[in-house]
């Protein structure tokens, strides 16, 4: 194995693992954010939502 083929597998193995863990996180994104738009349609809230009559 050569010096030059050592690097670039490094560089290749180095650039999936970062593309899968960006895919990784948007997914997991993707899918928080799908389950609290079902909670939110079930009418739970967050603590942090007040109603929009409601600012205090």
Known sequence: MSHTFYIAMSYAVSAIVILCLV???WLDGRARRQELAELEASGI???SA???GDAA
Request: glycine share 0%.
């Open 23 to 25: 895919a990784w996180t």
């Open 45 to 47: 809230r967050r603590r």
């Open 50 to 52: 007040q109603p929009k």
